[in-house]
C-alpha cells in the first residue's frame, strides 16, 4: 500500500473502489483519510453459506462480498437444492449487498449459477470471467451476464497479469460487447496502489474494440448506477 496523503493521478480518476483482500480494512480507512470526497467499499469474505443473523456473516456494510468457496467446494454447494442457499441470497437481495464469485475454470459451475441466479432474481452477483486466462470456459462465464442480474468484471483481462496477450485480450473484450454489451461489465484491476500508476481509459483505448460510450459505461457510469448508496 503507497502513501495515500500523498496525490495519485489514479486515485484522482476514480470516484471511489472497492478495497478487498487480508489489508482491505486499513486501506478502507486510509483512503477514506486522503480522499473523504469518493466512495471507498470494503469487500469482506464469505467462507461459509450463512444469512445475515448468523455470526459469520460479514458486517453490513459493504456492498460486496466475497465468496471464498473455491474450486471443489464451491462446485459441490452450487449443485445442492436452492434451500441450501436460501439464507445467503435472500440476505443479499434484501440488504442490496453483492456477492461476487470466483468461479473454477470450465464450464462445469456456469449452469449451477445460472440457476441459482433465477433462482433469486433480487440477488446481485459479479463474475471474474477471465481471471482464468483464455483456456476453455471463459466464454460460458461471460455469457453468464445474459442473467439480469449478474455482472462481469474485467479484472482477470489485463496484461500484466501474465494469462492474456494483448491480442487475445482484445477478442476477448470483442466477445463480451457482442454477447452482453458494455453495460454489464464493470473495470475491477485488482492491483495495489503500489504498483506503478495504470491509465485504465489508455487500456480499454488499446484493445482497440470500445467506443467512447462503451469506455465510459465500463470505467464508471454502470459502477456509479449498481452501487449508489
Do not use: C
Request: charged residues 15%; aromatic residues 8%.
Amino acid at each position: 500500500m503507497s502513501d495515500t496523503n500523498a496525490p495519485s493521478p489514479e486515485l484522482q480518476q476514480l470516484d471511489g473502489a472497492i478495497s478487498h483482500g487480508p489489508d482491505a480494512g486499513q486501506a478502507r480507512q486510509q483512503l477514506l483519510t486522503a480522499y473523504p470526497e469518493k466512495r471507498w467499499l470494503h469487500a469482506q469474505p464469505l467462507a461459509h453459506l450463512v444469512g445475515a443473523e448468523d455470526s459469520r456473516f460479514p458486517a453490513s456494510h459493504p456492498a460486496v462480498i466475497d465468496l471464498e468457496l473455491a474450486g471443489q467446494p464451491l462446485l459441490d454447494a452450487l449443485r445442492r437444492p436452492p434451500a441450501d442457499w436460501w439464507p445467503l441470497m435472500q440476505s443479499l437481495g434484501t440488504a442490496h449487498q453483492w456477492l461476487h464469485f470466483l468461479l473454477p475454470p470450465g464450464t462445469v459451475a456456469a449452469q449451477p449459477v445460472r440457476y441459482l441466479s433465477g433462482r433469486f432474481p433480487q440477488t446481485p452477483m459479479l463474475i471474474d470471467a477471465f481471471i482464468h486466462g483464455p483456456q476453455g470456459g471463459w466464454q460460458a462465464h461471460v455469457r453468464l451476464a445474459e442473467q439480469s442480474n449478474i455482472w462481469v468484471t474485467t479484472r482477470g483481462l489485463l496484461l500484466d497479469q501474465g494469462l492474456w496477450t494483448a491480442r487475445a485480450a482484445s477478442e476477448a473484450m470483442h466477445f463480451a460487447m457482442g454477447e452482453i454489451g458494455a453495460s454489464k461489465v464493470l473495470f475491477a484491476s485488482g492491483r495495489r496502489w503500489s504498483q506503478p500508476i495504470f491509465d485504465a481509459r489508455k487500456w480499454l483505448q488499446e484493445l482497440g474494440t470500445l467506443d467512447d460510450a462503451q469506455q465510459s459505461l465500463i470505467l464508471g457510469e454502470n459502477a456509479r448506477e449498481l452501487f449508489a448508496p
